[in-house]
């Protein structure tokens, strides 16, 4: 079992920034552990939940055209964070988010697909507004 923890988001202005962290408690699997996939996803009532940005076992990224070129994945392996670092954001980014992983990287076709995932984070609110 891998325990995931969540910190960041919170509130911002149309075309400001955010970021968002994901870890592993000490002496647990680590989140930057190579072998092990993240993704994050994000929830509204009107979408459900749908992944926005993933990263592999080899530590490639791969991003949802809704957030291509405005969020970037990047990690920490030294403080065992992974982050993601909203930029540009618009009023449709808010959302609830929250990162995933599991050992292994589920493939192209289904990494956004939530129901792949093994491990979750607790969620957090990002609110955008104009």
């Known amino acids: 079992q891998v325990q995931l923890f969540q910190s960041g988001g919170g509130s911002a202005q149309v075309g400001g920034s955010l970021t968002l962290s994901c870890t592993t408690p000490?002496?647990?699997?680590?989140?930057?552990?190579?072998?092990?996939?993240v993704a994050w996803f994000r929830q509204t009532p009107e979408k459900g939940r749908e992944g926005i940005a993933g990263?592999?076992?080899?530590?490639?990224?791969i991003y949802a055209d809704s957030v291509k070129g405005r969020f970037t994945l990047s990690e920490d392996k030294g403080k065992n964070i992974l982050y993601l670092q909203m930029n540009n954001l618009k009023s449709e980014d808010t959302a609830t988010y929250y990162c995933?992983?599991?050992?292994?990287?589920?493939?192209?076709?289904?990494?956004?697909?939530?129901?792949?995932?093994?491990?979750w984070g607790q969620g957090t609110q990002v609110t955008v507004s104009s």
């Open positions: 995933a992983g599991k050992w292994g990287w589920p493939g192209l076709a289904t990494w956004d697909d939530a129901n792949v995932w093994s491990y």
């Open positions: 000490l002496g647990e699997s680590a989140v930057t552990h190579t072998g092990f996939a």
């Open positions: 990263i592999d076992s080899y530590r490639h990224t």
